[in-house]
């Protein structure tokens, strides 16, 4: 008898679950292609942040004003300390950055990127990778990145 209850038990909640699931997993005025959409709009926009992560007029507007980027170090800094650190402490001549992984998963008007920077020196060797999560918002039609957190990959 225990079996049974635990079958109807069970097949209740699997009717539930998937109910639910369908029924809410989807806010109902984004179509399928406003969420690619959205998606490849903050690919880019991480994408033209770490080719310009040194430049306060770029960073200013991907930037939102309430950005906080927490570090490995145990702190956190703002929009604007974050920008003046930047701008003060290019990669040296010849080094680059390049994207090793890069996720991307929007919900609603919430984007998240999970991904792993990598960076060489003048003479193309790999010498650092952090991996990386930020959350941008959609604010007024325009995305914006309010949250950074990183760490060395080891």
């Known amino acids: 008898m225990k079996i049974k209850r635990m079958s109807i038990f069970g097949g209740i909640f699997l009717f539930i679950f998937t ?7 989807k806010n109902p005025s984004t179509s399928r292609n406003d969420s690619n959409e959205n998606r490849q709009q903050v690919i ?20 939102a004003p309430d950005f906080i980027h927490v570090l490995p170090q145990g702190i956190f800094i703002t929009k604007e300390e974050h920008i ?9 001549v010849g080094f680059s950055q390049k994207f090793d992984t890069l996720f991307v998963r929007i ?3 919430t984007g998240v990127a999970n991904g792993i920077v990598e960076t060489f020196n003048n003479k193309g060797n790999s ?10 918002e959609k604010r007024n039609g325009k995305w914006q990145v309010v949250n950074a957190q990183e760490n060395v990959v080891h």
Not at 19 to 25: I, L, Y
Not at 45 to 59: D, P, Q, V
Not at 84 to 90: G, S
Not at 127 to 136: E, G, L, N, P, R
């Open 107 to 109: 919900f609603g008007n």
């Open 44 to 63: 880019k926009l991480e994408k033209s942040w770490l080719k310009n992560l040194h430049n306060k007029t770029a960073l200013d507007s991907i930037l």
């Open 84 to 92: 003046e650190w930047e701008v003060k402490h290019p990669l040296p």
């Open 19 to 25: 109910t639910n699931k369908f029924c809410f997993s």
């Open 127 to 136: 010498i650092y990778k952090s991996i990386f999560t930020d959350v941008f």
